[in-house]
């Protein structure tokens, strides 16, 4: 194979990874926005249990999102019971909308 040939191959493996790219982060956007409006028809709060139901994708997906969305802090959250029970039960970790941002636009 000349190195002609080797450049275009390249060249064509670079397109599909960025095509590839474009489309994880478009279906990541869609993710975060589903939670988002989750969040916002649940004042209270919301685990990911829930969440995860409500978007349509498992815990581990929707737990990466919560923490971009809460580094960014459109999501805050804290633990329910703020201490652990006596009994050994675990505590939950509740999501929701940080109060100044109370409208997300995506981004």
Not at 29 to 36: F, L, S
Not at 64 to 79: C, G, I, K, Q
Not at 85 to 106: E, H, M, Q, V
Request: proline share 7%.
């Amino acid at each position: 194979m000349n190195t002609l040939a080797v450049l275009a191959a390249a060249a064509l493996c670079l397109k599909a990874l960025h095509e590839l790219a474009k489309s994880s982060r478009a279906k990541a956007e869609k993710r975060r926005a589903a939670i988002v409006d989750f969040l916002a028809e649940n004042p209270d709060g919301a685990t990911v249990t829930a969440i995860s139901e409500a978007a349509g994708h498992q815990p581990g997906t929707i737990f990466v999102d919560l923490a971009r969305l809460e580094a960014n802090r459109h999501v805050t959250s804290w633990w329910v019971p703020s201490q652990p029970p006596p009994d050994g039960t675990p505590r939950r970790r509740y999501y929701g909308l940080a109060k100044s941002r109370s409208t997300w636009n995506g981004k």
